[in-house]
């Protein structure tokens, strides 16, 4: 069964960094896009970061230059090491795998979340 699996959040001060990580697992053999999405309380989901299998990340343009994702394939891990972190980024971030590829299923999967808050 796939699982995709968050940790690194908590409560930082602003101007702090966290770095999120997620590992998926269930016998799978390809992820085509990962990534990052945020839902602050009262608010819609939205996208904060992808990257591709192979290639680099794309942002929102209310994280650019202060977040950065990798991923390493071989471990089925995505980052999000987050940077200069702002009240605003408080949320509940969800790790997302689209186009995931298992032993006995294919599809797009989404984490339990994991909350940051950022606040003085």
């Known amino acids: 069964q796939v699982q995709l699996v968050e940790s690194g959040g908590g409560l930082v001060q602003p101007g702090g960094s966290l770095r999120l990580s997620c590992v998926a697992s269930?016998?799978?053999?390809?992820?085509?896009?990962m990534g990052w999405y945020r839902q602050a309380p009262g608010k819609q989901r939205e996208l904060v970061a992808t990257?591709?299998?192979?290639?680099?990340?794309t942002y929102a343009d209310s994280v650019k230059g202060r977040f950065t994702i990798s991923r390493d394939n071989a471990k089925r891990t995505v980052l999000l090491q987050m940077n200069s972190l702002k009240p605003e980024d408080t949320a509940v971030y969800y790790c997302?795998?689209?186009?995931?590829?298992?032993?006995?299923?294919?599809?797009?999967?989404w984490g339990q979340g994991t909350r940051v808050t950022v606040s003085s």
């Open positions: 997302y795998a689209e186009r995931l590829v298992a032993a006995s299923e294919i599809g797009d999967y």
């Open positions: 269930g016998n799978i053999l390809s992820i085509d896009t």
């Open positions: 990257i591709p299998r192979r290639g680099t990340g």
